[in-house]
């Protein structure tokens, strides 16, 4: 789930930038639009007054494309990572010390074994993915959704700024918005959103599951529970519940 806002201003800037651009490819058949470049800068008053430091820090940190954030911590690191849509590479991935400067350090899907996304609508893509730290295995983990493409996915390093792995896809998965908690006592849980037991009741009906994971595996095993079932009041007919959290002292934020 992702709230976007974005001001007159930069607007203003999208619009003259597409009308300018240069060194553009052949016009493309009909339907399709192709470019070999493109950049924008946003302007925002918000920005203007100058802040110490030291003692302050800008709301939001992270201003421009970093929709939906997730974090998680090892040590004193705390690693952050977005949904990227149909953008390649895909996943941008952030470092901090201190949850207000943050660093970009690369993408998590950088390698076209990682994202294929030929031919898939621009809101098909990547969505929230959820980055998660296994301290039993000293392993980072990042399970997301591909809408249009291979569905629900785990990719593993363990150096995020390094190298990750191709895709391991989730069968057993279904819906979006998946997410890994990782226990003290080594046992591994996998929460999404999905269809409801049954027939829904209504357009949007949705519940919140959770999976046995295995991290020897990168699997689901064992039979699946539901948490929640429409949201807090289902008689009020909520529509695509999401966003169950769940949190383990300070070592993991999801």
């Not at 070999?36 to 003692?55: C, K, V």
């Not at 974090?71 to 201190?98: N, Q, T, W």
């Not at 699997?219 to 949190?247: H, R």
Request: proline share 8%; glycine share 10%.
């Amino acid at each position: 789930m992702a709230v976007h806002f974005i001001s007159q201003s930069l607007t203003t800037v999208l619009l003259v930038g597409l009308l300018g651009l240069t060194g553009c490819r052949p016009a493309p058949a009909i339907g399709e639009a192709s470019f070999d470049f493109f950049e924008y800068q946003g302007e925002d008053a918000i920005f203007d007054p100058s802040i110490n430091p030291d003692t302050e820090y800008r709301n939001p940190i992270m201003s421009g494309f970093y929709p939906d954030p997730s974090v998680c911590r090892k040590g004193e690191d705390y690693y952050m990572v977005h949904s990227s849509f149909a953008y390649y590479p895909g996943i941008p991935i952030l470092h901090s010390r201190d949850l207000v400067h943050w660093e970009p350090i690369g993408h998590v899907l950088n390698r076209p074994s990682q994202l294929q996304l030929d031919s898939i609508r621009i809101d098909g893509g990547i969505y929230a993915p959820a980055i998660s730290y296994n301290p039993a295995n000293d392993t980072f983990y990042v399970v997301t959704t591909c809408v249009d493409g291979i569905g629900n996915f785990v990719v593993k390093a363990k150096d995020p700024r390094g190298e990750w792995s191709d895709p391991i896809t989730l069968p057993a998965v279904g819906g979006i918005d998946p997410s890994l908690f990782f226990d003290e006592d080594g046992k591994a849980y996998l929460v999404h959103n999905d269809a409801p037991e049954g027939t829904p009741l209504y357009n949007g009906h949705r519940a919140i599951w959770i999976h046995n994971y295995d991290p020897a595996t990168d699997q689901t095993f064992g039979e699946k529970q539901l948490i929640v079932d429409g949201g807090v009041d289902k008689s009020k007919q909520p529509i695509w519940v999401e966003g169950l959290i769940f949190t383990r002292s300070k070592e993991n934020i999801i």
